[in-house]
C-alpha cells in the first residue's frame, strides 16, 4: 500500500533553534495533514493543506504542499520545550476518508 | 473545535478476557470514526473504519471478529478486543471528522496491557 517516509526519524536541537522536517510519497495526495503526538496522547492537528504549491502558518509552524503532490515539508521556528514529541505527516485523496501516516519525526530539545 | 473523547485511557486486562474502548464525538456527529492501533515507536495503523448503523470496514490483516466494532449513534463507536493476548497490547486511537471535506481529530486514545 501507500507508505509516507518522513525524514529525518529523529532530531536532537538546542532551544531557539529552527527545525525543518519533510514527507514524501510514492503516489500523490490531494490534501497533506501535520500533526503533532506527546507521549500518551493522540495525534493533534496543526497544519492542513489542500492545494498544491499552497504555504501555510501556524504560529511558528510553516508547511508547504509539495508542487508535485508527492511531498510536503513543515518548519518550526524559535523551538520551545513543548515543541517536543512526535510529528507525523499524513496524506488523503479526495473521495477517501483515510488517512495514510507517515513515519513521523521525533523531535528532542536539548537543554 | 472539534472533541474526541475516548475512555477508558489505560487498561490492564488478562489474557482471554475481552475489553470495550469507547469513542465518543462530543460536540458533534460522526456517523464515520476510525480506529488506529499504534505500536511503541511506530506510526498509526488504520485498523477499520466504523461506520453508524452499519457494518464496520476492516483493513486487511485485521480480524474483524477479534476486534468487534459497534457504532450505535452519531456519537458513539466502541471497539471490544475479545479474547486478549499479550500481542494485542497496544495503543488504541479514535478518530472522527465534523464533516466530509474536515481534517480527522483524535482521541487521547487508550494503553491496552494484556498480562
Known amino acids: 500500500g501507500q507508505q509516507l517516509n518522513q525524514s529525518p526519524q529523529s532530531m536532537f536541537i538546542q532551544e531557539g533553534e529552527d527545525v525543518s522536517m519533510n514527507c514524501t510519497s510514492s503516489?500523490?495526495?490531494?490534501?497533506w495533514l501535520w500533526y503533532k503526538q506527546d507521549p500518551g496522547e493522540g495525534p493533534v492537528l496543526l497544519i492542513a493543506l489542500y492545494k498544491a504549491g499552497e504555504l501555510t502558518s501556524n504560529g511558528r509552524l510553516t508547511a508547504q504542499f509539495g508542487i508535485t503532490r508527492k511531498d510536503s515539508f513543515l518548519n518550526i521556528s524559535a523551538s520551545i520545550p513543548s515543541d517536543v514529541g512526535i510529528y507525523f505527516c499524513?496524506?488523503?485523496?479526495?473521495?477517501?476518508?483515510?488517512?495514510?501516516f507517515g513515519t513521523g519525526t521525533r523531535l528532542t530539545i536539548i537543554p | 473545535g472539534a472533541v474526541v473523547s475516548q475512555h477508558p485511557s489505560w487498561v490492564i486486562c488478562k489474557s482471554g478476557t475481552s475489553v470495550k474502548i469507547e469513542c465518543r464525538s462530543l460536540d458533534f456527529q460522526a456517523t464515520t470514526m476510525f480506529w488506529y492501533r499504534q505500536f511503541p515507536k511506530q506510526s498509526l495503523m488504520l485498523m477499520a473504519t466504523?461506520?453508524?448503523?452499519?457494518?464496520?470496514?476492516?483493513e486487511q490483516g485485521v480480524e474483524k471478529d477479534k476486534f468487534l466494532i459497534n457504532h450505535a449513534s452519531l456519537t458513539l463507536s466502541t471497539l471490544t478486543v475479545t479474547s486478549a493476548h499479550p500481542e494485542d497490547s497496544s495503543f488504541y486511537i479514535c478518530?472522527?471528522?465534523?464533516?466530509?471535506?474536515?481534517?480527522?481529530?483524535f482521541g487521547n486514545g487508550t494503553r491496552l496491557t494484556v498480562t
Open positions: 466504523s461506520n453508524e448503523g452499519s457494518k464496520a470496514t476492516y
Open positions: 478518530s472522527a471528522r465534523v464533516g466530509s471535506n474536515s481534517p480527522l481529530h
Open positions: 499524513a496524506g488523503q485523496n479526495f473521495g477517501n476518508e483515510k488517512l495514510t
Open positions: 503516489s500523490i495526495f490531494n490534501t
